[in-house]
Nanobody, 123 residues
């Protein structure tokens, strides 16, 4: 099992920045990739960004490409999401996810989830 704990959400004005963190514990040696998803009110959860735990390669959804950056610190078992140029439509609960199955980063199947952290962008 892998446990995930997110932090760093909050309220920010449009155009501002926020950084999210997610720390993994448990059987982290079996983690192949980690990702961030988000779910806005009344909408389905959607993929935002993913990172290969081994080589650091990344993959982004089009709505966040060029504005968000995912990174990881293997020593701390932590993945980050730096969010710049935030828009009101980025308002959502952001979830960290991990998987212990080797799949391409464009695949959005994950089997471990955090509890989520709220990000609110005011206009």
């Amino acid at each position: 099992q892998v446990q995930l704990v997110e932090s760093g959400g909050g309220l920010v004005q449009a155009g501002g920045s926020l950084s999210l963190s997610c720390t993994a514990s448990g059987r982290t040696f079996r983690v192949y990739a980690m990702a961030w998803f988000r779910q806005a009110p009344g909408k389905e959860r959607e993929f935002a960004a993913a990172i290969n735990w081994s080589d650091g390669s990344t993959y982004y959804a089009d709505p966040v490409k060029g504005r968000f950056t995912i990174s990881r610190d293997n020593a701390k078992n932590t993945v980050y999401l730096q969010m710049n140029s935030l828009k009101p439509e980025d308002t959502a609960v952001y979830y960290c996810a991990a998987r212990n199955v080797f799949l391409g980063l464009s695949r959005t199947t994950y089997n471990y989830w955090g509890q989520g952290t709220q990000v609110t962008v005011s206009s």
